[in-house]
């Protein structure tokens, strides 16, 4: 569930490189019981460029106990799944960019509506006085 339980997270999207360039990208991925099992952040990954590193920037020991599959109906999407008896691991692989789909736009246009749901709920039973907000220090 998104706001307001919690603040909605959003992962910032990558442009094609317009002289068909790559982005170089590190995830560190936190490992429960032993597996991580989700997607990656970017799209369109070269397969052949993914590698698995206990430390980061290629650091530690490599892992070569993971598996990379794509769903059907999003093939430009990479789900990894990893095995390893240690709390993290950092991720490295290449994508030329990011592909900006459907459910990228529903998921702001529902935070944005939660956002202004939340807001008419407030004015219709909070007291709102033209207070201001202050940052503590």
């Keep these: 569930m998104g706001y307001p339980e919690k603040v909605d997270i959003f992962q910032e999207k990558l442009n094609k490189k317009a002289n068909g360039g790559s982005y170089v990208i590190e995830e560190r991925l936190p490992l429960v019981n032993g597996m991580y099992s989700g997607a990656l952040a970017h799209d369109n990954i070269n ?18 106990n993971f598996t990379v599959s794509f769903p059907d109906e999003a093939p430009w999407r990479r789900l990894i ?3 390893a008896d240690v709390p993290e691991v950092y991720v490295t692989y290449e994508t030329p960019g990011d592909t900006v789909e459907a459910e990228d736009i529903n998921g702001l246009q529902e935070s944005l509506t939660a956002v202004q749901t939340e807001i008419e ?5 909070g007291q709102i006085d033209g207070g201001s907000f202050r940052r503590e220090v």
């Design 121 to 125: 709920r407030y004015k219709s039973k």
């Design 81 to 83: 799944k990893i095995f």
């Design 47 to 64: 397969n052949q460029t993914i590698a698995v590193y206990t430390g980061s920037q290629y650091s530690g020991i490599e892992l070569r």
